[in-house]
């Protein structure tokens, strides 16, 4: 019966998405794809690692966005190269969306990697908020938690290649847009997620657009102008409809997260950063999502991928 039902959730999903589910343990080999390393929140009980996201384009990771607590093992699982990684973008800086990143900077030792390695995330606020910059200062800088990774950030690295970063405004409402390679286009907008400074990101790839936007709230209903036409729209679903209070200075509800994907007219919806206050709800947010918005809706678990 378990093997019956497995195989029923299977079907049903490929008959919702119109796309490719894959069943190996990387994505397809054509293509641009969305890996989710991390489907969960940060909680010790919720059974999934914390968010992150990897884009593939033809069989080859491209970007990660996030790096939450336990990505890393999606990542070994994932099958991909870190070599062939040009930019790593977070949303925040909190840990359930950066823990990983010194074990993915002291891992990922390299002999044969020829490209710099391009850090990207929202400036701080001055007080206990810090930048992307401040952030790697203070692990890997030289009285950083950890200095033997110090020259990972210099010109001559014994990592094997050169990592820099790049502090990306997470106030006011200007669209950043200074990051392009051969390969990959990436803007971000600031997002409201209470005093925590966010950012959403938009990466063009393959002729292809994914939007992931984090944590935030859609106060100034900024993401849908930002995520216009994308062919992927990553939210957090971090909130059931009826939530009250501080919760909904943090995060959009699934009605308003609908709104969005419709005003962007937006082909496909992910729902990731899933936590126990969501978990077991998810028939009354596809209601309310669907409320809105009439195309693809897909709630994210670790290690699944989704074709564009």
């Not at 293509?31 to 069989?59: F, H, K, M, R």
């Not at 699934?254 to 206050?277: E, K, T, Y």
Request: hydrophobic share 40%.
């Amino acid at each position: 019966m378990n093997l019956y039902r497995t195989f029923l959730i299977i079907c049903l999903s490929l008959t919702l998405t119109g796309n490719a589910l894959a069943t190996s343990n990387h994505c397809g080999d054509q293509g641009v794809w969305i890996e989710i390393l991390g489907a969960g929140s940060g909680e010790l009980n919720d059974g999934q690692a914390s968010p992150s996201y990897l884009i593939w384009q033809d069989d080859v990771a491209r970007v990660l966005v996030d790096m939450g607590a336990g990505s890393q093992i999606g990542f070994e699982k994932s099958g991909a190269s870190f070599d062939t990684i040009e930019a790593i973008a977070f949303t925040q800086l909190r840990p359930d969306h950066s823990a990983d990143l010194p074990a993915y900077i002291g891992a990922a030792q390299s002999d044969t990697r020829e490209q710099r390695l391009t850090i990207m995330g929202p400036t701080g606020d001055g007080g206990i908020n810090p930048s992307t910059r401040e952030l790697i200062e203070r692990l890997f800088g030289p009285q950083g938690a950890y200095p033997h990774l110090a020259d990972a950030f210099k010109p001559r690295s014994s990592l094997g290649y050169r990592v820099r970063s790049i502090d990306v405004p997470a106030s006011g409402s200007k669209r950043w847009a200074r990051y392009q390679t051969d390969h990959v286009k990436m803007s971000a907008i600031p997002v409201h997620h209470g005093d925590i400074p966010a950012l959403a990101w938009r990466i063009e790839i393959a002729g292809q657009s994914i939007v992931i936007t984090g944590s935030f709230n859609n106060s100034k209903n900024l993401v849908a102008t930002f995520a216009k036409d994308a062919d992927a729209l990553v939210v957090s679903h971090a909130i059931p409809e009826n939530s009250r209070g501080v919760l909904r200075d943090l995060y959009a509800r699934p009605s308003q997260l609908g709104r969005v994907a419709d005003q962007a007219d937006a082909r496909m919806m992910i729902l990731g950063h899933r936590n126990v206050r969501t978990r077991g709800r998810e028939s009354l947010s596809r209601n309310a999502i669907e409320e809105n918005y009439n195309g693809t809706i897909l709630f994210a678990n670790d290690g699944e991928c989704w074709g564009l």
